[in-house]
């Protein structure tokens, strides 16, 4: 027992190979002197020793004489009736664990501690030592646990992928060997996957695509045009060379036959063919796709699959803003930021990059709900890719990036709703969202949010309530910009703060009566002046919003003299509220007029950005109402002459 004890400490060592190799020798000795004395007792002990020795994962690599210990564990075990003394119940003792063979599921560890190509060839070996009946159970295992005939080779090939050590013509020969044994055994599953990876080293290792292709094609001579695993080969093949079209026609086939696939070749396959379809701007079958390997990612029932499972949605959210359903984009992550709670950051590399990326699209969809450009802190502008939550190889160094809270999450989110005038109840319930209470800095991002999207509908009254939760912010954060130090530490307040009063008004009037401003060029660009009046009886009902006088009797349509750039920008909007061009080439004029003033005005008051949206838009529905009128006076003058012409005849 001490001596088994002594083997297990070894494996925690990197130097101890050597020590580990004549220690078992030694065990072995012991054990069998033991046996003479207490047969019983011993055989429990080697049992116990050999388990925990297969279970194990030395520091050193893997057991050197692991495929010698299976067989004796199995040999223990098939025999365990006539070795054990009849005061031991051998029944009791077991050699499965939920109808799973306990000695596969050891040599399936085994298994997936294989660094290297060369060493699949001892494996495949000892493979073919083992009786049949072993042989097909550890196949059946295989399928039970739902890893992937592949977990014979995959190990090996990642890490000298990883490495950068694979040999093209070295490895692949490899491989064509491997391939022979399981033609041997039978296992066709098998086979094609030697076939796949051969191509696969080709490929993604050797860079010859066509090399790559010419292999999988002799496989589907060998295993069937059918054989879902060469299928999905190719895809890969063609979805690496940016043949996203051919790629996803494989992939649609094979979704379509519905063939089945164990769950981690699902979750690959399905996040290829989602972003293939990205590729070529079929958006619904890429947030399908999508679904579907967040589907598949949930069954494979690990904690550490649920990072990627939530990046699949994440994924979805953004092909169906791509799609223009940016409503369903926004519910869809309301529900992946519920998930992120559940997710530990720190739990895993995979873990931290969900986080990561899961804030770094909310500020994407922020730059393209506001058409606003958005900087990263290396100065680079704001992207994303297909793909790019559930990116099953994040950055080494994505764990080291500081991550804002959560609650920031859902105020982005929030702004985003509130840029896209809709109402998904995000920001109306967001206290209910905030584990924390409300932070400073998210209300000043969502309060924001809400003064541009009552300035772009436009809506008089619901300006007036956003600029109420509007300066409380604005109060805080400009008293606060000079107490900042240089520390680039980001620092964030949960507090709740005091309503806006009427001093906070008056301190801030100048930058208010932009906003003021920006609004009225709103109302102008979209003829909406019925907004302009209810904003005006809006702040008279609001006896905290103090706005000054001249500028209220401006917007009220009264000729005054004015004072300042502000009020005589205002008065020179008012004043094409009265004109009224009905001529047609002059009303176009008119909206190439205003869009010009207001365009100006927006470069003075720094709001360049927000009003040259509304002026490209507004251009866009005018050009093409004048078109379409003009194309129908066209048409009606043809026809009328037309007509004539036949009458005459």
């Not at 055994?185 to 860079?207: Q, R, T």
């Amino acid at each position: 027992m001490l001596r088994g004890a002594q083997l297990i400490l070894l494996t925690c060592f990197e130097d101890k190979k050597e020590s580990y190799l004549e220690t078992f020798d030694r065990f072995e000795i012991e054990a069998d002197n033991s046996d003479v004395q207490e047969t019983g007792s011993s055989l429990l002990v080697r049992m116990m020793i050999y388990t925990k020795l297969l279970l194990s994962q030395p520091k050193f690599g893997i057991l050197p004489n692991w495929s010698s210990i299976v067989m004796k564990l199995n040999a223990l075990f098939k025999n365990k009736a006539e070795l054990l003394p009849t005061s031991i119940p051998h029944k009791e003792i077991p050699t499965e664990v939920d109808g799973v063979s306990a000695v596969s599921f050891l040599i399936i560890n085994q298994i997936h501690q294989i660094e290297t190509i060369e060493a699949l060839t001892p494996l495949f070996e000892f493979v073919d030592t083992l009786d049949s009946d072993t042989r097909k159970e550890l196949f059946q295992t295989i399928d039970q646990i739902d890893i992937g005939v592949d977990v014979f080779v995959r190990g090996a090939w990642l890490h000298e992928f990883e490495k950068e050590t694979i040999d093209c013509e070295k490895h692949s020969a490899i491989f064509s060997e491997l391939e022979s044994f399981a033609n041997i055994w039978g296992y066709n599953e098998l086979a094609v996957v030697c076939v796949k990876f051969s191509a696969v080293i080709w490929d993604e290792s050797g860079g010859q695509k066509e090399k790559a292709l010419k292999l999988i094609d002799l496989g589907f001579a060998k295993y069937g045009d059918s054989n879902s695993c060469l299928i999905i080969a190719k895809a890969k093949v063609l979805f690496r060379a940016k043949e996203y079209g051919k790629s996803l026609t494989l992939s649609n086939q094979l979704i379509d036959s519905n063939i089945p696939l164990n769950n981690s070749a699902k979750t690959f396959f399905y996040r290829d063919a989602a972003i293939c379809a990205e590729n070529e701007n079929n958006y619904s079958q890429a947030r399908k796709y999508y679904l579907l390997g967040a589907s598949a990612s949930s069954k494979k029932e690990l904690l550490e699959n649920k990072p990627m499972e939530v990046g699949f949605k994440a994924d979805a959210a953004l092909a169906s803003w791509h799609g223009g359903n940016k409503e369903e984009c926004i519910q869809d992550l309301v529900n992946v930021l519920f998930e992120l709670k559940e997710i530990d950051p720190k739990s895993s590399l995979q873990a931290a990059h969900c986080h990561a990326i899961s804030r770094h699209i909310l500020l994407w969809l922020q730059q393209e709900a506001t058409k606003q450009k958005k900087f990263v802190p290396n100065g680079e502008e704001v992207s994303i890719y297909p793909g790019i939550v559930s990116n099953p190889e994040p950055s080494k160094d994505i764990g080291k990036q500081g991550l804002t809270p959560i609650e920031i999450a859902w105020y982005m989110l929030a702004s985003i709703e509130s840029y896209c005038s809709l109402d998904v109840g995000i920001a109306s319930k967001i206290l209910v969202s905030l584990v924390s209470g409300p932070i400073v800095e998210g209300e000043f991002i969502l309060s924001s949010s809400r003064l541009d999207a009552a300035i772009i509908k436009p809506n008089g009254e619901l300006l007036v309530y956003a600029l109420k939760s509007f300066v409380p912010n604005l109060s805080y954060v400009l008293a606060n910009a000079s107490n900042k130090n240089e520390s680039i530490d980001i620092s964030f307040t949960y507090q709740t703060l005091p309503e806006a009063t009427r001093a906070d008004f008056e301190r801030y009037g100048s930058i208010i009566e932009n906003y003021l401003l920006s609004f009225v060029i709103s109302c102008t660009l979209q003829n909406k002046w019925d907004e302009v009046d209810k904003l005006v009886k809006q702040i008279s009902r609001e006896p905290e919003v103090v706005i000054r006088a001249e500028l209220i009797s401006i917007l009220e349509c009264n000729e005054i003299n004015t004072t300042d750039a502000i009020a005589y920008n205002s008065k020179l909007l008012i004043r094409f509220r009265h004109q009224q061009n009905r001529v047609p080439i002059n009303v176009i004029i008119g909206v190439f007029h205003r869009t010009l003033v207001a365009i100006k005005i927006g470069i003075d008051i720094r709001q360049s950005n927000l009003i040259s949206m509304l002026a490209f838009e507004s251009l866009k529905v005018n050009w093409l109402a004048f078109w379409g009128q003009q194309r129908h006076y066209c048409a009606t003058i043809t026809l009328t002459g037309s007509a004539t012409i036949r009458m005459a005849g």
